[in-house]
């Protein structure tokens, strides 16, 4: 590691801020980890059976890499900003040089990744880390409760704080189109088969055909969703009859795999669906909020979103000379999301993307009900903006050329100097020579991030589309 101390980290607000709010007062540990859609990360944490998840539109299936992001580098970027309370995060299988000359006091790499960033962090607002193999290793107080990033099936012998099922019906696109929420017109393709007759092979190919018909007949243009993903990778846009053909290509085998997954544990919370939906044109913002245990929305961004050239979401851009503004302009929704979390008995982190159609009228395109990429840009806001900083970037899930060493070599006189650049998360690949990592970087104007943004793009491992756009149009 390298010898220089970066700026010392002071939050706006930390999740145990809100946990303690209005008088809460409960016993809360965080246990992060972020499920995955057929590939195992780890040996003690299987696949799930009750609560599914998918990723048709960006399929990945190295186990390591998905460990890597999916137990390490994401989990660590939720957690930035989590303040002082406990923090449980999975470790990593051994790699075969690490089961022959690790010793077993030793921190692990990717372990050290993370202290490393916390360390960042004022000790007032440090997450109390841990880790473990597997769920059994968990140990909390007695009338601690867990507030995880989405249910697992391996988790549920923790008391949760907000109940699995609930958390997922809050989690779920299908949710959404239901909730009575101002949402674009949508048309739900529910299963109609039951646990009992996806043994039925014929029945099965019958279904997926039913459903692949409502894709196939389906005006453009359109959005087909499915109902449990992450970061876009269950989010297709269909403008052309070129971009159904891909559709069917990519929902069929997908819808096939949904349904032979429908059991009696999970066929009530509805496993199983398409979501079509109006494309409605134009930019969507991010909006972050801290959901009160009363289901009072606390602001916490509002951010323009940031994707790559293959229409991966890529991060978020933030204007903090605007959030005043935008807080009020999208307070109204802002309550409404908070009146439906709360009726489902959901509280905690949520982030809403919310378009603006031609009459004016706000819809929610998106919610999230955990914490999300914007959230560290409002809790950094104090930061940036006291060092003269106006707008800020965070990039998620890089992946960039250098150590951490090398890393904090190159941006030394943003991240030890000017405070510009925060780390978020990082965690070093199995080479040693490559890393994940989620930055956040500010600016006093757009010109001068975007200078800074380049930077940080020319280490970016090449030949895998990374390459964002700079700040939002």
């Known amino acids: 590691m390298s010898s220089f101390t970066p700026v010392s980290i002071v939050l706006d607000m930390t999740l145990r801020d809100l946990y303690t709010y209005e008088g809460g007062g409960e016993d809360i540990a965080l246990a992060y980890a972020v499920p995955t859609a057929e590939v195992q990360m780890a040996v003690g944490i299987p696949l799930p059976k009750k609560f599914t998840y998918q990723s048709p539109v960006y399929p990945t299936y190295d186990g390591d890499f998905l460990a890597r992001r999916y137990l390490g580098l994401v989990p660590q970027a939720f957690a930035f900003m989590a303040g002082k ?3 449980v995060m999975f470790d990593l299988d051994k790699t075969e040089e690490e089961l022959r000359v690790l010793n077993s006091e030793s921190l692990r790499p990717h372990q050290a990744d993370a202290y490393h960033v916390f360390d960042q962090l004022t000790p007032l607002q440090r997450p109390e880390l841990t ?8 140990k909390f107080g007695q009338e601690s409760r867990v507030a995880v990033v989405s249910p697992m099936d391996c988790l549920l012998s923790l008391p949760h704080l907000v109940d699995p099922e609930a958390h997922y019906e809050a989690l779920s696109k299908r949710g959404l189109a239901l909730s009575g929420l101002p949402t674009p017109a949508t048309e739900i393709v529910d299963t109609v088969l039951s646990p009992a007759q996806i ?6 190919e019958f279904e997926v055909q039913r459903m692949m018909a409502r894709i196939r007949a389906r005006q453009l243009p359109f959005v087909i969703k499915v109902p449990q993903s992450l970061s876009g990778h269950g989010t297709f846009v269909v403008r052309t009859e070129a971009k159904r053909t891909d559709a069917i290509r990519i929902f069929e ?36 909020s801290l959901i009160t245990k009363s289901g009072r929305p606390i602001f916490t961004a509002c951010c323009s979103q940031i994707f790559h050239p293959n229409g991966k979401w890529a991060g978020n851009f933030c204007d903090y000379r605007k959030q005043e503004s935008l807080r009020a302009q999208y307070a109204d929704t802002a309550a409404k999301l908070g009146a439906y979390l709360h009726k489902l008995g959901y509280w905690g982190p949520m982030g809403a993307d919310i378009m603006t159609d031609a009459d004016g009228g706000q819809l929610v395109i998106d919610l999230n009900a ?3 990429g914007s959230h560290p840009l409002g809790a950094l806001r104090g930061h940036f903006v006291r060092l003269g900083l106006n707008v800020a970037n965070v990039f998620s899930c ?9 890393f904090e070599e190159e941006f030394r006189q943003e991240l030890q100097h000017v405070g510009s650049m925060v780390i978020n998360a990082w965690l070093h690949m199995k080479d040693g020579k490559t890393s994940l ?10 010109e001068k991030l975007n200078e800074l943004v380049e930077r940080l793009n020319s280490f970016k491992v090449t030949g895998e589309n990374q390459k964002a756009r700079k700040t939002a149009p």
């Open 370 to 372: 955990r914490v999300t």
């Open 437 to 446: 990592a989620t930055v956040a970087l500010a600016a006093e104007d757009k």
């Open 398 to 406: 890089l992946t960039l050329t250098l150590t951490r060493e090398e």
């Open 131 to 138: 880790f473990v193999e597997k769920p059994s290793d968990i």
């Open 85 to 87: 309370m406990p923090l």
């Open 253 to 288: 085998p997908e819808t096939k795999r949904m349904l032979n997954q429908i059991n009696s544990s999970n066929a009530h919370i509805s496993p199983c669906s398409l979501v079509l939906q109006s494309m409605i044109p134009g930019e969507a913002v991010a909006l972050s």
């Open 199 to 204: 043994s039925d092979h014929k029945l099965v």
